[in-house]
């Protein structure tokens, strides 16, 4: 099969037209070159933007056996990729192949160019795309996990690195020869698998995402002291169309997300229904365009990084977030999404990452095999996953509390369910035993209430039940629903069913403004909930969207206050 930089190369590494060149001249400085100078070095951020104007450039890769040649660029070629548009650490090491001339960009000048000229930034933005997908596709680099492959360390940290689109190799300590010889060359015991090589250097033994992240440099510099006309809490579907739509408008923007962007939707193996893409997008894409668009429009986004607590007592509103950090802004966005419920076992937590899954997507599915799987759940998600898990003819068992797929699961997909032969349908059917040594082996299952239960031989198991909020982090701060959701809008007039004739005097004490809240809106002005995370929300990738995007306009309304 041919690699993308065979089939795409005058996409990946265009060259500029004299008259594009032109229009770069006024955003950059001029600057004579040497051989074997170096002009941007691995893990550097905030490097220049280069465009060639005499000479040749050679990218290179660093691995643990030296570099290796990406590509040599001559006269009227650029260098970068994504992590120069977000201003973070470099995967490559740029030098001088041949001395000449060149033209150097800052990062801010580089955004400038693609908000401002449409041509330039298409070539640009397509080429850095598939730049990054290369790098993803080579299969060389110098961040490498050692682990083995039935441990949920090593599970964690192929599912941080893929969603975020970060390069890796992963040496199984059971099946890779290479994994012994590393293992002595740096020392590492059995009890500290997994571990990181970040950069070929550090050693990170069992590191959580945060310490990965700030070793690989994935995340921009954040200036606590700046205050931001809005913060989006959460990088789904929500929260990063709040962050293209309101960074498009020019208001400062800053996301925060706890793993990875996407959120749900993220780890969504294909996504049918969202309006634009016939032949679908699976998730990890739709989250990464998305990511690109707002970066590309000046929005600030930081992965691994939580938020711990919403001061809404004072304006601007703080937001304490891991690490010790904290933020400010004018308005806040609750975009914090909901994570599957987990099922009534006392003994789950043994095998979360162990044969339990919470996403289906590509790392672990090749961890199954042609093993048969159950997938747990009957709405959207569910489905794309039995059908995603089932196409290379795994048995695949669709497990359901309720009697059929009807109420919850869009009609395009229960149809593909019914007329695949390796997908069977268990409905009125929950687990009520999981068991193995270490990992997970035997899978029980009782079908109605009275149902004899029936064990099966099965090692893996996708869990895509229910939705519980990721509110905790909001303590009290703003009105919730019995079931930990957000109230907005019209919604807080209804807090309490139960005692729906003092609501108004309720909404009194809550709400100080003589206006009512807006339609997104929180119990607190210039709070606003989205997606998810909000009650009452439709719980599809396009509705999150759209609420992100309809959000922005409460937002100078609220601004403009």
Request: negative net charge; contains cysteine; charged residues 20%.
């Amino acid at each position: 099969m041919a690699t993308l930089l065979e089939s795409r190369r005058e996409q990946m590494f265009p060259k500029l037209t004299p008259v594009q060149i032109a229009r770069l001249e006024r955003y950059g400085r001029r600057l004579r070159t040497t051989e074997g100078q170096i002009l941007s070095e691995v893990g550097e951020v905030h490097r220049d933007f280069i465009v060639i104007l005499a000479g040749e450039l050679e990218i290179t890769r660093p691995g643990l056996d030296g570099d290796s040649v990406i590509v040599v660029q001559g006269a009227g070629e650029f260098s970068g990729e994504m992590s120069t548009l977000r201003g973070v650490a470099s995967f490559v090491r740029v030098r001088v192949h041949r001395a000449g001339e060149i033209l150097a960009i800052s990062d801010a000048g580089l955004r400038t160019i693609v908000q401002t000229d449409s041509e330039l930034m298409e070539l640009f933005m397509r080429a850095f795309i598939l730049r990054r997908m290369g790098l993803i596709q080579s299969g060389q680099g110098d961040v490498i996990i050692i682990g083995s492959r039935h441990s949920s360390g090593t599970l964690r940290l192929q599912q941080f690195l893929t969603r975020n689109a970060t390069p890796f190799i992963l040496k199984d300590v059971e099946e890779d020869a290479d994994s012994a010889l590393l293992r002595e060359r740096f020392h590492v015991e059995a009890a500290d698998l997994p571990v990181v090589l970040c950069r070929g250097q550090l050693i990170l033994k069992n590191p959580s995402n945060a310490e990965l992240a700030a070793c690989l440099g994935m995340n921009p510099q954040i200036d606590a002291q700046h205050v931001r006309d809005v913060i989006v809490v959460g990088a789904g579907p929500a929260g990063l169309a709040a962050a293209v739509y309101a960074a498009s408008e020019g208001l400062e923007v800053l996301g925060i997300e706890s793993v990875a962007p996407g959120g749900q939707a993220g780890s969504s193996s294909r996504i049918e229904n969202y309006l634009g893409f016939p032949t679908g997008i699976s998730g990890l894409a739709l989250a990464g365009r998305a990511l690109v668009q707002a970066q590309k429009f000046g929005a600030e986004v930081t992965v691994a990084t939580s938020a711990l607590r919403l001061r809404c007592e004072q304006r601007p509103f703080e937001i304490e977030l891991s690490g010790n950090l904290s933020v400010r802004g004018r308005t806040v966005i609750i975009a914090s999404g909901a994570q599957y419920r987990p099922l009534a076992l006392d003994n789950l937590g043994d095998y979360m990452g162990q044969g339990v899954y919470w996403a289906a997507t590509s790392v672990e599915a090749k961890l199954c095999g042609s093993d048969p799987v159950v997938v747990v759940g009957g709405g959207n998600s569910a489905g794309q996953a039995a059908i995603f898990l089932a196409r290379d003819g795994r048995p695949v068992h669709l497990l359901v509390r309720g009697s059929g797929l009807a109420d919850s699961m869009s009609r395009y997909l229960i149809r593909r369910i019914e007329d695949n032969p390796d997908i069977t349908l268990h409905t009125n059917t929950e687990i009520v035993a999981l068991e193995g040594r270490g990992q997970l082996e035997r899978v029980t299952w009782r079908t109605g209430a009275q149902g004899v239960p029936e064990q099966q031989a099965i090692r893996h198991v996708f869990l895509m039940t229910g939705a519980t909020p990721n509110t905790g982090w909001l303590q009290n701060c703003v009105a919730l629903d019995d079931k930990g959701f957000v109230l907005t809008g019209p919604d807080l007039h209804i807090a309490d069913p139960d005692n729906a004739a003092d609501a108004p005097d309720r909404l009194q004490r809550r709400w100080p403004l003589s206006r009512p809240p807006l339609h997104l809106e929180s119990s607190v002005p210039g709070v606003f909930a989205v997606g998810d995370a909000r009650s009452g929300s439709a719980k599809r990738v396009a509705a999150a969207v759209g609420e992100g995007s309809v959000c922005v306009q409460l937002i100078h309304r609220i601004l403009n206050e």
